[in-house]
């Protein structure tokens, strides 16, 4: 008889996606079909966190973020414990350390982080010994939107497995396109990452299945899916740039660019937006957009995390 091949151990965090194999990212994705089914229903609530406390630490702005992980949480019927920093003891020199050991007292069970530092969301787990959810951490990672994307390309195409993905704009600033590096070769999607060169990081070549150019048409021949990024100017110290006109008219998503993309190409933005820079108007209300989808999708996708974190079963 041969010996049955062990489980690799659940994941207490969702901090990257170092410890995540495609088993159990896959299983995340299935579940937030289960998720979409409860959002659809005239009463959006089950019990699966009844009796848990989570704790939204958003040290830095958002809107999508934020709200779609509270809304899961309450969906869930956890509750919420909301921290921002801007009008807590941080304003007065608090460290984080001593931020996140106080609010372990209140016995918060698990953790969702936003942070404007690289690794943060580590630091909260060692602080807290919780289970924790990085939201953002600097231009680091960002995996629930990396799921959420993924999602939503799985959504259209049935399937990752042979697709290509172009993500265009501000890829060294950007979390985001981080962690799709990360996440989609996993799910056997191939990433193309399209930027100029002062904004295109060279290390991320290394990754398998990931491939850079300064081509804005070369990255989208062959796409079955083209995200936007914002230009992050408030992470720029100057120099990347020659002008927002400039970069506009190489890089933006519009519809010329599409017309070299599949036929059946969808556009995607993490948002938020800065029309008619890095995408048009029109490409971003037209029917190729999956951008609201995305939003929609992100509460099902964070539901999914949570349930997986701490009630989920193998």
């Not at 914002?230 to 006109?245: F, I, K, P, V």
């Not at 029309?275 to 964070?302: F, H, M, W």
């Amino acid at each position: 008889m041969t010996a049955a091949t062990p489980k690799t151990a659940r994941p207490r965090n969702l901090l990257d996606f170092q410890d995540w194999n495609p088993e159990r990212l896959t299983a995340i994705l299935d579940n937030a079909d289960t998720m979409l089914q409860v959002l659809d229903r005239p009463v959006k609530k089950v019990p699966a966190l009844q009796g848990l406390t989570i704790c939204t630490a958003f040290f830095e702005n958002s809107t999508r973020t934020r709200t779609s992980f509270e809304l899961a949480a309450r969906r869930m019927s956890a509750d919420v414990m909301t921290f921002a920093a801007g009008a807590s003891s941080v304003s007065k020199g608090e460290s984080l350390r001593d931020t996140i050991e106080v609010l372990t007292q209140y016995k918060v069970d698990a953790y969702i982080v936003r942070h404007h530092a690289s690794g943060a969301a580590h630091l909260v787990h060692q602080y807290s010994g919780k289970p924790v959810i990085n939201a953002g951490d600097g231009r680091r990672a960002h995996p629930t939107q990396a799921l959420l994307d993924a999602y939503t390309v799985r959504q259209e195409f049935g399937s990752l497995e042979g697709k290509t993905v172009a993500i265009l704009g501000d890829i060294r600033h950007s979390r985001v396109a981080r962690s799709n590096a990360e996440l989609l070769p996993k799910l056997g999607a191939r990433v193309v990452l399209c930027g100029p060169a002062t904004l295109l990081p060279a290390d991320l070549a290394a990754l398998p299945g990931v491939t850079l150019t300064t081509d804005p048409v070369e990255a989208v021949r062959g796409a079955h899916a083209v995200m936007a990024l914002r230009l992050q100017q408030e992470r720029m110290s100057g120099g990347y740039l020659g002008s927002l006109q400039e970069y506009a008219d190489t890089y933006q998503v519009n519809e010329t660019l599409m017309a070299h993309a599949e036929s059946g190409a969808i556009v995607l933005h993490p948002g938020p937006m800065n029309r008619d820079v890095e995408i048009s108007t029109e490409a971003a209300d037209g029917p190729r957009s999956r951008i609201l989808k995305q939003v929609e999708n992100g509460q099902a996708i964070r539901m999914s995390v949570l349930y997986h974190l701490l009630v989920g079963r193998d």
